[in-house]
């Protein structure tokens, strides 16, 4: 008789999904569905920048791009879970947090709880404007959505811990703001409103730069016709399209279309 043969130890490995709260998943889900946006619109900059959300159900702690993969690879398992002392928490990726994007998003996660999500950019017409002394001009009516937006002047790569409190100083209870020779910071109560205010504000930057190149005088409307406009466009909750929820569902279909991979 043969003697019994012991089976090998099968190591066991569970997804991210399997790991994580279905809240958690879902949000998983939208941000790197954000990261695959923000890639598919042009306002990256290779593996520079983050956008990152608030984990539900722990407010301390928020979720963020592993620092060295292209916002068009990013799926919903390898977001890393930070804290706001820079704990890593969850990590199931190779890499790990950018410092000046830990310092930036920390800032604004603790001090903003009416947000759950905070993105940054460095796009050639966000950090075009970001030089001018002029700020933001309300050239169109897209531009006039951000007629009230914050300003922080420039101190270096933003990795000292101690610029926290000035950049949630400078941006008060605004949704966007200009970082002075730096880029576009801006703050959504979801993921959705977020990459609506993202996408509008970086709008209003190209058309600032294209009609600054034209040479030509330009029309501001009267300051009661700008400050109407704003009323109109500013986040609200019972406006879904000014939130960005109506696109949202229709942004994920196009997405579904090309790939769905960043729901793994």
């Not at 930070?82 to 830990?102: E, R």
């Not at 796009?123 to 009516?141: E, K, R």
């Not at 300003?151 to 926290?164: L, P």
């Not at 569902?249 to 196009?254: E, I």
Request: proline content about 5%; some cysteine; overall charge negative.
């Amino acid at each position: 008789m043969n003697p019994p043969v012991s089976a090998p130890a099968i190591k066991v490995v569970k997804s991210v999904r399997e790991q994580v709260s279905a809240e958690e998943w879902q949000a998983r889900v939208n941000l790197a569905a954000c990261y695959r946006l923000t890639a598919m619109y042009g306002m990256t900059e290779m593996i520079a920048n983050h956008i990152s959300c608030r984990v539900p159900g722990e407010p301390s702690h928020f979720l963020i791009n592993p620092y060295g993969m292209l916002y068009e690879e990013i799926d919903a398992s390898c977001l890393i879970k930070v804290d706001h002392d820079g704990n890593t928490v969850f990590n199931a990726s190779d890499y790990g947090v950018n410092a000046a994007g830990f310092v930036i998003h920390s800032a604004i996660h603790m001090a903003r709880h009416d947000v759950d999500c905070v993105t940054h950019t460095h796009t050639p017409a966000g950090m075009a404007v970001s030089a001018m002394q002029c700020g933001l001009l309300p050239l169109a009516q897209t531009s006039m959505r951000f007629v009230h937006i914050a300003y922080h002047d420039f101190e270096g790569i933003a990795d000292d811990v101690g610029e926290r409190e000035r950049l949630v100083r400078d941006l008060g209870d605004h949704e966007a703001m200009i970082l002075r020779n730096h880029g576009l910071l801006v703050v959504g109560r979801s993921i959705a409103s977020a990459f609506n205010a993202l996408f509008r504000l970086e709008r209003a930057c190209e058309v600032q730069v294209m009609a600054l190149s034209c040479n030509t005088k330009l029309t501001i409307p009267a300051s009661e016709i700008l400050e109407k406009t704003f009323d109109k466009m500013r986040p609200r909750t019972d406006k879904p399209n000014r939130n960005g929820d109506l696109a949202w569902p229709a942004l994920l279909r196009k997405l579904d279309r090309l790939d769905t991979s960043y729901r793994d």
